[in-house]
DNA sequence: CTAACCTGGGAAAGAGTTTTCCGGGGGATC
DNA sequence: GATCCCCCGGAAAACTCTTTCCCAGGTTAG
């Protein structure tokens, strides 16, 4: 045992040349250095197994390989998705992810930023819905403007009005798509699952959806709209809320699809068949959640994507001007959980 | 803009203390130091918003903070249940995860290992299959001994066999109680889903499910076991393969639940009714898939924990003796994907 | 022929912590 | 009142790398 550590310094005196030059060697930095010393570096560095000490880089360069990425959970599919995009993203370019899970608290946030910061990361990837609540939302701007003071880089996905780069699903226009197809469909009266009141995904969501009925000259009566958690548990407990108050409609959306699997789970458990009773539509396209049956009727996002190109924003070299907004459109797919209800003639 | 770092020298210097001071203080050391210049570094630093340089001192006491987690695709569910179980752990310790994808490439897993290496990562958590193949495993025993020799802890989870700590489902005895509980069922003739040849996981089910059939003297033909991915389009796939080819089966074993999904998805569109024409079981029992119908008859494993286990066996003082194995038993969930085949009376 | 220039390589100064080693001062003991 | 300790604070080395500055030697231009 024992720290065996093969130094620069020993890979240069075994290639007899000065510290300098091995480090211009091994990094090809600007400086050149002839064909025979460079080669003599390069098979010294093989043979004793040279590996750069990573900190030791860090300290000099005053800035790491590493790229933060943060979801809230990376249980939940539709953060696991996108944390398959920003991985693939990452070590393409040879750098280093650290995963930081919120499990929505800002506390924790903050401590994972920090950590960040400590490490002086070169970016970091921000998932997730933001919350409305306002001290936090400062707080949080705080800390990203701190951590570009320091020089790094921070994308978004889905927290649009932040003071980086981001990507984010229109979840307006998905949600209205998908509210007019329903309508073509034959639905005139929806419940909605709309999730917490306050992350700015789920509100964007129902307000999409709200607004083409009214386009449509429909009513979303009050007591149709259900909160609740943003997780197949809070879909559950909704729908069961939903059902103890009784509703009458022939279509529920729920605005995620994690939610929409709970709802269903519900439904199946209540006896209320999908989509012959009711219909269900959700959001996303969750990969995972492909093989429900009755499939869902959804609006898919390239989820993975998304997250390969906000690692990508954060990634590319330093561009001018303000943060950039990526838009990405989803694309509504009428599945199985839905069908015209039982009274619609045509 | 620019740097404003805040370094330990201006603390000392604000505290009016030496720097060596303000470092006992900082973190704690064994060294004793009055309460009261104690209080003024801490006012200082606070004041100051100091924020230790990760590289410095991970570069001064050659150990950082950070903890690798090596999985095969994070989209996967079974990987991110793991996943979940550990980072929960590193980050109750204050630790940081970083997370390595290596999509089942040897090279990719040398990469991350050395990236690791590089960093004086504390700990790295290994999940998933071990390959038999030969030479690669040699070069991972190697990777695992060099990271180890650097004072790093290894942990794995579902790789026995290396010389680490590790956390193991008992697949042999869970396969061989599934199978029990089918036979019981009353089913007589079964296919295998297999997943590859090559990885331990999949041969420990396949094994354990096939002694269980030889012990109740039931036969296992041939035909009846294919081989393919351990995704859900390999038991896709898999299933296709095994329809063509025409099968007697009552029942169909998959060897995870991943692939289970999609050998449902394979026998709906062929019309096959599960479980009234053919039973269905798999492996696991992920959260993400509990909500799939009928719901799948499985093993369950209790991932996330098994994900906490292992991060805490890594995390743990260094023990004497040598590598540790934590066993755990699955628990047969007998749902609504198999019952007694048609033929059956009794 | 000399001055300016260029090229490649070495010495050394950081980067920010931790930690060891010393020394000084104060308290306790006799 | 002196001696021995102990306790606490400070100076300095160490950790490994990057990068700037400088110098030697050779080349080109005037």
Do not use: W
């Amino acid at each position: 045992m024992g720290s065996s550590y093969v130094t620069l310094e020993q890979v240069a005196q075994h290639a007899g040349v000065s510290l300098a030059t091995a480090s211009r060697v091994i990094n090809g930095s600007t400086r050149q250095v002839s064909q025979r010393l460079r080669d003599k570096v390069n098979a010294s560095a093989e043979e004793l197994g040279y590996l750069a000490n990573a900190s030791a880089q860090t300290l000099a360069r005053n800035s790491s390989s590493l790229v933060g990425l943060l979801v809230h959970d990376i249980a939940d599919p539709y953060f696991s998705s996108i944390a398959r995009g920003v991985t693939r993203q990452t070590e393409e370019q040879g750098l280093v992810t650290v995963l930081g899970t919120t499990h929505r608290s800002a506390q924790k946030e903050s401590t994972i930023l920090a950590a960040l910061r400590a490490h002086r990361a070169r970016a970091v990837v921000l998932v997730g819905s933001r919350s409305t609540d306002e001290d936090n939302n400062a707080r949080l701007v705080r800390e990203i403007e701190a951590f570009q003071e320091q020089g790094g880089r921070v994308a978004c996905v889905s927290q649009p009005g932040l003071p980086a780069d981001t990507v984010s699903p229109d979840n307006q226009t998905g949600a209205s798509e998908l509210a007019r197809h329903l309508i073509a469909q034959g639905h005139r009266r929806f419940a909605i699952l709309a999730g917490p009141t306050n992350l700015s995904t789920a509100r964007e969501r129902l307000d999409g959806f709200h607004s083409a009925l009214s386009t449509a000259g429909l009513e979303l009566e009050h007591h149709n709209i259900v909160h609740g958690d943003f997780t197949r548990d809070g879909g559950y407990e909704s729908t069961q809320r939903l059902m103890r108050l009784g509703t009458d409609a022939t279509c529920l959306f729920a605005v995620n699809d994690v939610m929409a699997t709970g709802a269903m789970a519900a439904l199946r458990e209540a006896g209320i068949r999908v989509p012959e009773e009711l219909s269900v539509a959700g959001f996303d396209d969750i990969p995972t959640l492909r093989d429900l049956t009755p499939a869902l009727t959804t609006v898919r996002l390239p989820l993975e994507r998304m997250g390969e190109r906000a690692a990508l924003m954060a990634l590319e070299a330093d561009h001018e001007g303000g943060p950039r907004t990526v838009n990405v459109q989803g694309e509504v797919l009428m599945r199985e959980s839905t069908r015209p209800p039982a009274d619609h003639t045509g």
